[in-house]
T-cell receptor, first 111, second 118 residues
């Protein structure tokens, strides 16, 4: 069952503009959400997280927004850079249990 | 930062042989490690949860006799793919949490192992 969904398999943006990656989840027990960045043939790299007690968390160019009522979160990258081009995975878990991942969104930032 | 080392990074084996993949937490102890599998252009699928000193917990549909997991110490978990077949060819990734007793902490991943069974 797909408890975490990323409905956009790909996204292309111009350098300097905002990238918005979206993620939806179905399990209301999830209370910890993360975004990972992944390059081919490498393991995912942790990017940013948010717990369910918050609705926004910011770290430099990366901001994650959480809308619990809609069971939706998004990752904003501003400004986007060519080095941001990668596959981004949304993940969710409850407390310190295992994580469930979305299918990923391939971001391409064009110079 | 927390480092998870996975070895080998790639392996080619013949059908019917077994392959062992190691996952080590280099600068922290991990009572629990997780093994994921990724098919091309698909998501990371959790295979099993590896618990130090006890049996692994497998996800539904994952054959425990085919994917043997051993978590012998607080810094090492191994995944052995037994009697490998071409359909076992995939990208296997392990992960662990650096912080225990903390409510929320991210998983840190190894660099993965590309297994090709010929």
């Amino acid at each position: 069952d797909q408890q975490v969904k990323q409905n956009s398999p790909s996204l292309s943006v111009q350098e300097g503009r905002i990238s918005i990656l979206n993620c939806d989840y179905t399990n209301s027990m999830f209370d910890y959400f993360l975004w990972y960045k992944k390059y081919p043939a490498e393991g995912p790299t942790f990017l940013i997280s948010i717990s369910s007690i918050k609705d926004k968390n910011e770290d430099g160019r990366f901001t994650v927004f959480l809308n619990k009522s809609a069971k939706h979160l998004s990752l904003h990258i501003v400004p986007s850079q060519p080095g941001d081009s990668a596959v981004y995975f949304c993940a969710a878990s409850s407390y310190n249990n295992d994580m469930r991942f979305g299918a990923g969104t391939r971001l391409t930032v064009k110079p | 930062g927390a480092v998870v080392s996975q070895h080998p990074s790639w392996v080619i084996c013949k059908s019917g042989t077994s392959v062992k993949i190691e996952c080590r937490s280099l600068d922290f102890q991990a009572t629990t490690m997780f093994w994921y599998r990724q098919f091309p252009k698909q998501s990371l699928m959790l295979m099993a949860t590896s618990n130090e000193g006890s049996k692994a917990t497998y996800e539904q549909g994952v054959e425990k006799d085919k994917f043997l997991i051993n978590h012998a110490s607080l810094t090492l978990s191994t995944l052995t793919v037994t009697s490998a077949h071409p359909e076992d060819s995939s990208f296997y990734i392990c992960s662990a949490r650096a912080s225990t007793g903390v409510a929320y902490s991210p998983l840190h991943f190894g660099n993965g192992t590309r297994l090709t069974v010929t």
